[in-house]
């Protein structure tokens, strides 16, 4: 079974805090994805990864940067925390064409005061 | 983008009902899921159904791609049924668009 683990179920952080998330897969799957997840919102894609080294944008970028220097690890990072990236975050991965489904990890749920 | 809509929004059944949820969307599409977000949050894949008939114990999805829309059908629901059904679609390499959600409670 893939699974998809992140490195805290929940997080308290302060305002213009550098916030790393990490994300890490044990199924060398290409591809990896961060969304967040709002009441009334939905979830939305923040970033993704087709690689090691590369990145593309999703929906809601602003304010977030990834990296990804290994194939199994998906790093968000929040580069000046606010109050208004107090949400769901949530990890998943692809292992690209034959492996169609997309998998998510347990989320980490960040609260920025 | 692709719009997906999910209804209904909220449904609320009795233990032992069966139920239909749906998920249209609004392009062609050649990948869709249908998640279950338990309450703390996980999202568990039911089933990955682009096109045609799956079924997974009392858990059933068709989608008819031609026609830009999806089923999932719960039988004889359980109280462990409860939570948010989420479907996804996507065109591109597993990023996907999700809907709103229908919120399931099963009632004792």
């Known amino acids: 079974d893939v699974k998809v683990t992140q490195s805290s179920r929940y997080l308290v952080k302060r305002t213009g805090e550098k916030v790393f998330l990490e994300c890490v897969q044990d199924?060398?799957?290409?591809?990896m994805f961060w969304y967040r997840q709002d009441p009334g919102l939905g979830l939305r894609l923040i970033y993704f990864s087709y690689d090691v080294k590369m990145k593309e944008k999703g929906d809601i970028p602003e304010g977030y940067s990834v990296s990804r220097e290994k194939k199994e690890r998906f790093s968000l990072i929040l580069e000046s925390a606010s109050t208004n990236q107090t949400s769901m975050y949530l990890c998943?991965?692809?292992?690209?064409?034959?492996?169609?489904?997309?998998?998510f990890g347990p989320g980490t749920r960040l609260t920025v005061t | 983008g692709i719009q997906v809509e999910q209804s209904p929004p909220d449904l609320i059944l009795q233990e032992g009902a069966n139920s239909t949820l749906r998920c249209n969307f609004s392009?062609?599409?050649?990948?869709l899921q249908w998640f279950h977000q338990n309450p703390w949050g996980q999202l568990i894949n039911l089933f990955y159904?682009?096109?045609g008939t799956k079924q997974n114990g009392r858990l059933s999805a068709t989608t008819v791609a031609t026609e830009r829309y999806s089923l999932l059908y719960i039988s004889s629901s359980q109280t462990t049924d409860s939570g948010v059904y989420f479907c996804a679609v996507g065109t591109n390499a597993g990023k996907s668009t999700f809907g709103d959600g229908t919120t399931l409670t099963v009632k004792p």
């Open positions: 199924m060398d799957h290409e591809n």
């Open positions: 159904i682009p096109s």
């Open positions: 998943a991965s692809w292992g690209g064409v034959g492996t169609y489904e997309q998998y």
């Open positions: 392009d062609s599409v050649n990948n």
